[in-house]
């Protein structure tokens, strides 16, 4: 490992400290010591520690009572613990492994088979960390936005359309790609609405306000972006399967965040819709979609509105990876995904609506514009 680590030895025999101590050092590591489980446990507390080295057979508190305290400790369990013992029966070692070890090691201290114990646990234990940090991030910006979200959401009743576009820009800004794409989003969801509301089956649900909340929160579908890392986000090309498996994770975000806002501040429709649209919106008639895999009606008819506008808008408009595509070739590809992506209704909206949609995609275009052929 070229990152020096801190390394916490328990044994009750100094001379067994002192000796695992230089070899520790001589791998590039610091040490502290503990002459048994009860003071190990306090130097966890007191220091930050990133691997232990600790004997079986000790006074006061056995290694296996110390490893048990550990593993059972929320704010310990995560740090790699190594049992180190001149008992080198399978039952001793088994009954480590069970109790959390993470690696046994013979008292015999060879330099090479520490080395490859120390190396392969710290691993772990960075790759844990890196994770944590994520997680930490993820919750940060959730708090972040929640917060920016109540402050605007008071002032709602004279400034929804700006605060909208505010919020949603949180992390549409941070995508160099988007341009026009949160008003072009709102009309092309407004027109949907307006044509599926002709349709008898769907006339119960659609008035008049939902389609004024439909246009108004559709520039939040996208809102949970703020918390996808900016290499990602940024990338100009195609994501890895697992960058692409953090990035789906925006939808969740965005919903968490938006109903965290709710629950606080109740009684405003957009925001109900702004979580249907932000956790929805790239699910798919057929199941396949995420973030909960849900097909048919289940999926919110919104999101089935916005899942068609939004791939509509990513195929006709260019990317640093790729041209705009034209229309025609657009509907080929919506028409395919009838029933399988999209919503059935909603492909027909679409359809009944292409002159609008290109007006709209006209009006609209970001600034380097696109092929609209």
């Known amino acids: 490992m070229s990152k020096s680590a801190n390394i916490l030895i328990v044994d009750d025999q100094g001379v067994n400290r002192q000796i695992l101590a230089k070899l520790v050092a001589d791998l590039g590591h610091s040490s502290i010591q503990a002459e048994n489980g009860a003071v190990a446990l306090k130097q966890l507390k007191e220091h930050k520690v990133d691997l232990v080295l600790s004997d079986v057979m000790m006074p006061v508190m056995t290694g296996y009572q110390f490893l048990e305290h550990v593993k059972a400790d929320e704010s310990l369990r995560h740090i790699p613990v190594v049992m180190v013992s001149a008992l080198d029966e399978m039952q001793s070692i088994t009954h480590c492994i069970e109790l959390g070890a993470d690696d046994y090691l013979p008292k015999a201290f060879n330099p090479i088979l520490l080395k490859a114990r120390l190396n392969g646990c710290l691993a772990k234990k960075d ?3 890196k994770e944590e940090e994520h997680r930490d991030r993820i919750e940060r910006y959730n708090r972040e936005l929640e917060e920016r979200v109540r402050e605007q959401v008071k002032e709602i009743a004279s400034t929804q359309l700006a605060l909208i576009f505010a919020l949603a820009n949180l992390a549409e800004s941070r995508d160099p790609d988007t341009g026009e794409h949160l008003e072009r989003m709102r009309q092309y969801a407004y027109t949907l609405a307006s044509k599926i509301r002709t349709f008898p089956q769907h006339a119960e649900l659609i008035d008049d306000s939902y389609i004024e909340d439909l246009y108004v929160a559709a520039p939040l579908h996208d809102i949970g972006k703020v918390g996808i890392p900016d290499r990602i986000l940024q990338k100009p090309g195609k994501l890895t399967e697992e960058e692409f498996e953090i990035m789906k994770n925006h939808a969740t975000i965005g919903a968490t965040t938006l109903r965290r806002v709710d629950e606080k501040h109740p009684g405003n429709s957009f925001l109900k819709m702004g979580i249907e649209l932000a956790e929805s919106h790239h699910e798919k008639w ?9 097909a048919g009606a289940d999926i919110p008819l919104a ?6 506008a939004d791939v509509y808008d990513a195929l006709t408009s260019k990317r640093c990876y790729k041209e705009a595509m034209p229309h025609e070739k657009s509907r080929e590809i919506l028409l395919e995904g009838k029933g ?7 492909v027909d909206a679409f359809i009944d609506s292409e ?3 290109f007006s709209i995609r006209l009006r609209y275009q970001d600034t380097e514009k696109t092929l609209l052929v």
Do not use: M, N, S
């Open 355 to 357: 002159e609008a949609f």
């Open 303 to 308: 999101g089935r509105i916005l899942a068609l």
């Open 127 to 129: 790759l844990h960390d």
């Open 340 to 346: 399988k992506h999209f919503d059935p209704d909603v």
């Open 286 to 294: 057929d199941g396949t979609g995420y973030p909960h895999g849900l």
